[in-house]
C-alpha cells in the first residue's frame, strides 16, 4: 500500500494542476473530528477518527485511536464496500508503526540522496527504531548514530543487529555531523537541535 501512495503522489507532484484521480479516490472519505475531554482526574483525553476507501480493493476501512496522557491505542475496522459486511476488526499498533516509518521512506525516495550513507536518529523508542530499520533497507547506510538520553548501550546493541549497519549513541552534534538523513522521532518539548546545524542537502524526516 505504501508503495500504491507513492506512485499516486508522484505523479499528483508532476502533474499538480490536475491531481491523481486515484489518490482522490485512496482518501475519499478521510476525515472525523478528533474528540477531547479531560476525565476527573485532569488527564487529557482524545479521540480521533479517519477513515477511506480504496476503490480498486472493494473495502471501506476506519482508524479510530485514542490519546490519553501521550499514549496511542489504535483499531482499524474493515468492511466490504459491496454489501458492507464488516470483515475485520484489529489492534493497529503494529501497522501504525511500520507504516508511519514507511511514509518516511517513500519522502526519502525523492528527497533525499540516494547514496546516503549516515543516519543521525533522535529517539529510540518505538518509531525510532521503526525508522531505522526501513531507512536500513532503503538505503545504503554505513553508520546509524543514536541521540537520547533514555536509552541504553544494551537498546543500541539490539537495534544494530536487527539493522546490519553499525550503531552508536552520541551527542547531537556529534550525530548530526556530516549526517545523510535525520530522524526526529521524539516527543521533546524543547528543540533537538539548531537549524545551522544541518548540512545543505540533509533530509530530514520530523
Request: proline letters at 4%; aromatic letters at 6%.
Amino acid at each position: 500500500i505504501t508503495d500504491y501512495i507513492g506512485r499516486c503522489v508522484a505523479q499528483r507532484g508532476r502533474r499538480a494542476a490536475n491531481p491523481d484521480r486515484r489518490l482522490q479516490e485512496f482518501w475519499a472519505g478521510n476525515g472525523g473530528h478528533a474528540a477531547q475531554n479531560p476525565d476527573r482526574g485532569g488527564r487529557h483525553q482524545t479521540l480521533h477518527p479517519g477513515s477511506g476507501a480504496p476503490p480498486e480493493q472493494g473495502v471501506a476501512g476506519a482508524k479510530v485511536y485514542t490519546t490519553i496522557d501521550g499514549q496511542f491505542n489504535f483499531v482499524i475496522l474493515l468492511f466490504s464496500s459491496t454489501d458492507g459486511r464488516p470483515l475485520a476488526s484489529f489492534d493497529a499498533a503494529a501497522i501504525t508503526r511500520l507504516r508511519t516509518a514507511a511514509c518516511s521512506v517513500i519522502a526519502g525516495r525523492y528527497l533525499a540522496r540516494p547514496e546516503s550513507h549516515r543516519l543521525a536518529l533522535f529517539g529510540l523508542g518505538v518509531q525510532g527504531r521503526a525508522h531505522a530499520m526501513q531507512m536500513a533497507l532503503a538505503f545504503p547506510l554505513e553508520e546509524i548514530r543514536v541521540c537520547d538520553s533514555h536509552s541504553s548501550d544494551k537498546a543500541a546493541r539490539e537495534l544494530q543487529e536487527a539493522c546490519g549497519v553499525v550503531v552508536r549513541r552520541c551527542a547531537a552534534a556529534e550525530a548530526l555531523d556530516g549526517a545523510d538523513i535525520v530522524v526526529t522521532a521524539s516527543r521533546s518539548r524543547t528543540p533537538l537541535f539548531s537549524g545551522d546545524q544541518i548540512s545543505s542537502g540533509t533530509f530530514i524526516a520530523a
